[in-house]
């Protein structure tokens, strides 16, 4: 049931001329038959558009959309066997939740019994049985969600698409629907691809993750890959909160090695560049802990508690650096503190460009 | 601050009462004149009450009544425009429904200077149509018969009723329509299936809107209506410029009131629904 999607060399362009705007620079993203695949990006980077093109709802201004092998553009979309679950859930208003769920299999000309043993089902997996006589208008959000899902499913695609679904929900909400769409997707297998700018809805759902920005695919890898080995500065920042600290500084020759010389401090990291280059140190937050005895040294500005976590905020001569410590761990504004480094996880981006060195 | 504030209320309801009367006065004198027999009206005074309700002015404005040189009444002239309006109606409110459809989700290139042509004729004085129409209707067989003036009500009605409709179905939200296309559905089946489900309030203002335009048009009436085919504007026309000996002012306003009444029945029935279909959204959520 589950398909491969091939994503080779798409481009889009919008407007013509000297108007023109590409939206899409060359994407080349192959995905594995029941891969779970996120693009997440800030707006306005060509994600949406680009599960337009795979839906069919959009054609690409060049490239290839493969699903199961097949070339797609130019197939209309209820042809490509895909189903979708739109931001705004997209329920027929004036159809019952049954209807909603069975307007595919009715437009197929499924007869109405094994469309209704069908739709039976697909309430049943997702806990809506007693909402299928009622209309969308008198569901809350988080129904409307699981009947937009239902309608998604009950169609038993090669692929399903989600274009920011968990946008709409409340936080806590979210969170559930979140792992009810795991649960769905490790029950059916179907190759997905999930459109968000929820960074932490792509570090949980994603088994894979391909970070958009400008029309450009920055990094596509695993959720692990993407969080320890970003590809730039912009990943780096992107992914994880707080996000992580740079820190620009220069290599130096030393008595033990070499060090990483910073505004205020000399640390003793040896870097990816030569002796004497420029670079940016990357460290996430919880890879920095409080230390008397370290050689870099800061003023405790902003103290936030999480409950779970406490972010400290540090004035530095090197710039803000932001610390994740345990909840025990007591400091207060104003107060002096050294910072060590967890050597190990440390990344190191060029000054320039910020792409990643080693 | 009492003081001025009850003074500037009762310069307001008197402002308000006063713009009322004035005009509400020719109706309340066109029902009194209608209910007087024939002495009453030369005798009587012009806004005085009817001594007993008389409704012999109401039968003969129906059913005897001089419009021309036949003396049927207006009946004739009542179902020729029920014959006329009910079609045209029904027909406008489709077509426009149909074109508000293709203009606002199926947008194809041109479409915006197409509707903006379109919509000159919701502007477009109908006199400058009067020849050009005559001629076509006579190429086409219509002329001087109630299909002659279906066609032209629907054609006269169709820059209003697409822009109703096309306003309406502008704010449904693309994502319905995708979310139809990738479920397999087509052209007819959206717009069957979804659109035509949910437009319930916009019928009902195009129905209102098209129902008043047409049985109360003059224009077409007279121009374009054979001898047997005329409507009930034009019916009372003849009937308030034929008289006799005397004018019977009583039956002429019965006759006026007759051909109000449908258009009256429609609003105080229906009216709710126009202000409602007219600030109803298309979709909620």
């Not at chain 2, 979310?179 to 007819?188: I, P, S, V």
Request: net charge positive; proline share 5%.
């Amino acid at each position: 049931m589950a398909s491969s999607l091939d994503i080779q060399g798409v481009r889009k362009c919008f407007g013509k001329g000297d108007k023109a705007v590409e939206v899409l620079k060359k994407i080349d993203i192959a995905v594995a038959p029941g891969e779970f695949l996120i693009l997440v990006g800030p707006s306005g980077c060509g994600k949406s558009t680009l599960l337009s093109i795979i839906a069919g709802l959009e054609e690409p201004t060049e490239g290839a959309i493969k699903i199961a092998g097949r070339n797609v553009v130019g197939v209309a979309p209820a042809q490509r066997d895909i189903a979708m679950v739109f931001q705004s859930y997209a329920l027929y208003p004036t159809m019952s939740v049954a209807d909603n769920i069975g307007f595919a299999l009715e437009m197929r000309k499924v007869p109405k019994p094994e469309r209704k043993k069908r739709i039976d089902e697909v309430a049943a997996m997702l806990q809506i049985e007693h909402l299928l006589d009622r209309r969308p208008s008198q569901l809350s959000g988080g129904q409307r969600q699981r009947v937009a899902m239902g309608r998604a499913l009950a169609r038993q695609p090669q692929l399903f698409l989600f274009d920011e679904p968990l946008s709409n929900l409340d936080a806590k909400l979210r969170v559930e629907m979140r792992a009810e769409i795991k649960r769905l997707h490790q029950a059916s297998g179907i190759t997905s691809v999930y459109v968000t700018h929820d960074q932490i809805e792509a570090m949980t759902l994603g088994s894979r993750i391909a970070v958009m920005k400008g029309g450009v695919l920055q990094q596509l890898g695993t959720p692990d890959d993407i969080y320890n080995r970003p590809a730039n500065t912009y990943v780096a920042t992107f992914i994880g909160s707080p996000t992580m600290n740079l820190i620009a500084g220069q290599s130096m020759a030393s008595a033990q090695g070499s060090t990483f010389a910073i505004q205020g401090a000399d640390l003793p990291l040896s870097s990816a560049v030569a002796h004497g280059s420029q670079a940016l140190l990357g460290l996430r937050p919880e890879h920095i802990v409080f230390n008397g005895a370290a050689a870099w040294r800061g003023e405790v500005s902003v103290v936030e508690p999480t409950g779970a976590d406490t972010y400290v905020v540090v004035k530095t001569a090197a710039g803000d650096v932001t610390v994740r410590t345990a909840p025990q761990v007591r400091v207060s504004p104003g107060e002096r503190v050294g910072l060590e480094i967890q050597a190990a996880h440390v990344n190191w981006f060029d000054q320039q460009s910020g792409v990643r060195l080693g | 601050m009492t003081a001025k504030f009850s003074i500037g209320r009762f310069v307001l309801m008197a402002t308000l009462l006063v713009g009322a009367a004035f005009f509400l006065a020719p109706l309340y004198v066109m029902v009194v004149t209608s209910l007087k027999d024939a002495e009453e009206t030369r005798n009587g005074n012009l806004l005085s009450l009817p001594g007993s309700l008389n409704f012999s002015a109401w039968g003969q404005a129906w059913s005897t009544a001089c419009t021309g040189v036949e003396c049927k009444g207006l009946q004739p002239f009542f179902w020729n425009s029920v014959w006329m309006a009910v079609p045209a109606v029904l027909i406008s409110t489709t077509w426009g429904a149909l074109n508000g459809y293709v203009l606002s989700l199926w947008k194809f290139r041109g479409s915006e200077t197409f509707f903006g042509l379109l919509l000159f004729g919701v502007f477009m004085p109908f006199q400058v149509v009067l020849l050009p129409m005559s001629q076509v209707l006579g190429w086409l067989g219509l002329s001087s018969s109630i299909g002659g003036l279906i066609f032209v009500h629907c054609l006269a009605g169709l820059p209003s009723t697409t822009l109703f409709f096309r306003n309406y179905y502008a704010a449904v939200p693309g994502e319905l329509l995708n979310a139809a296309r990738l479920d397999g559905a087509g052209f007819w089946q959206i717009f069957l299936r979804i659109i035509v489900p949910m437009s319930t309030p916009i019928v009902m203002v195009t129905l209102i809107w098209q129902f008043t335009q047409i049985w109360n048009d003059f224009l077409f009436g007279v121009a374009f209506s054979g001898a047997d085919s005329k409507p009930i504007t034009v019916g009372l026309n003849n009937l308030a410029n034929t008289s006799s000996s005397v004018k019977a002012y009583n039956v002429d306003m019965a006759a006026a009131l007759i051909a109000a009444l449908p258009t009256v029945a429609v609003y105080v029935l229906a009216g709710r629904y126009f202000v409602r279909g007219l600030t109803a959204g298309a979709v909620k959520g």
